[in-house]
């Protein structure tokens, strides 16, 4: 019933920057909380940043000063600005949307490849 299509991955050499993007569709709600989680190979699933509907933002203390999360809810949106980027930071980044009313719900997106070069 939430389609969320991710954009933006791709590889990029340490320091430099990336956005990714969101695009959420079908039984949305504004006041899902969205966010984006990351894996790295043999590792487990790790929270980067989520931001609510009221804009109240959350980051893993990893990417703090460097990742910037943001929502266009005209555009159903969600971006995750990345600069400064490190080796550490390659990883398959996945879209997330949860649901935070009584429906409920938790929604991925296919995720996205961002590989950084040291």
């Known amino acids: 019933q939430v389609q969320l299509v991710e954009s933006g991955g791709g590889l990029v050499q340490a320091g430099g920057s990336l956005r990714l993007s969101c695009a959420a569709s079908g039984r949305i709600f504004m006041s899902d909380v969205m966010g984006w989680y990351r894996q790295a190979p043999g590792k487990q699933r790790e929270l980067v940043a989520t931001i609510t509907s009221g804009g109240t933002t959350n980051y893993a203390d990893s990417v703090k000063g460097r990742f910037t999360i943001s929502r266009d809810n005209a555009k159903n949106t969600a971006y995750l600005q990345m600069n400064s980027l490190k080796p550490e930071d390659t990883a398959v980044y996945y879209c997330?949307?949860?649901?935070?009313?009584?429906?409920?719900?938790?929604?991925w997106g296919q995720g996205t490849q961002v590989t950084v070069s040291s």
């Open positions: 997330n949307r949860r649901r935070t009313i009584m429906t409920g719900g938790n929604y």
